[in-house]
């Protein structure tokens, strides 16, 4: 089945600019989704189809996928972004949507 | 405004069964995606299942043969019938809508979910 690999943790000072990682196989076949998930909330979607970002999230909030690795960037991070995010995508193989294991993103 | 709330979770026995529902407004179950995701304690995002607008379901290996999603258009609810429960379902079920009726379609809300215990 599909694997999707996200480092476990990424920490980053504030107004630095954080960059999380999705690995998998030709992932730049896939449509790749994020979400950012608080404690105690449910998750939010922040960045869909690569790189294409819902209404509401800040601009600083950016997606790009090449080869076999997807990546969120955070530009000029807040306190406010720290959460865990998680990858998605629909692995036609297996015929199954597909979660990476999270990244827990650290403002220091 | 659309909102989804979960519930029929609790705490039930190895082997017991639970329908869990999540009762939509604003928007039509039956013309988007419907999902259901779980996260164990202290656990990532883990999908469970997927009904389509054709009707067509999808489930994860792991609960395939065990768990069961269904909607009723007329109440504008999405179901999922667990049964066989073991230890390693114990999570909070939330449901999940699908941006559209694509098979590669993002979730775009969530419901906050409803917590299964499964333990003697």
């Known amino acids: 089945s599909y694997v999707l690999t996200q480092p476990p943790s990424v920490s980053v000072a504030p107004r630095e600019t954080a960059r999380i990682t999705c690995g998998g196989d030709?992932?730049?076949?896939?449509?790749v989704h994020w979400y950012q998930q608080k404690p105690g909330q449910a998750p939010v979607l922040v960045m869909y189809?690569?790189?294409d970002r819902p209404s509401g999230i800040p601009e600083r909030f950016s997606g790009s996928s090449s080869g076999h690795t997807a990546t969120l960037t955070i530009s000029r991070v807040e306190a406010g972004d720290e959460a865990d995010y998680y990858c998605?995508?629909?692995?036609?193989?297996?015929?199954?949507?597909?979660f990476g294991g999270g990244t827990k993103l650290t403002v220091l | 405004e659309v909102q989804m709330v979960e519930s029929g979770g609790g705490l039930v026995q190895p082997g017991g069964s639970l329908r869990l529902s999540c009762a939509t407004s604003?928007?039509?179950?039956?013309?988007?995606?419907m999902s259901w995701v779980r996260q164990a304690p202290g656990k990532g995002l883990e999908w469970v299942s997927t009904?389509?607008?054709?009707?067509?379901?999808y489930y994860a290996d792991s609960v395939k043969g065990r768990f069961t999603i269904s909607r009723d258009n007329s109440k504008n609810t999405l179901y999922l019938q667990i049964t066989s429960l073991r230890a390693e379902d114990t999570a909070v079920f939330s449901c999940?809508?699908?941006?559209?009726?694509?098979?590669?379609?993002?979730?775009?809300?969530w419901g906050q979910g409803t917590q299964v215990t499964v333990s003697s």
């Open positions: 604003g928007f039509a179950v039956s013309s988007n995606s």
């Open positions: 999940a809508r699908g941006f559209s009726t694509g098979i590669t379609s993002p979730f775009d809300y």
């Open positions: 030709n992932i730049k076949t896939k449509s």
């Open positions: 009904i389509y607008r054709s009707e067509r379901t």
């Open positions: 998605q995508v629909w692995d036609s193989s297996s015929e199954h949507q597909v």
């Open positions: 189809y690569d790189m």
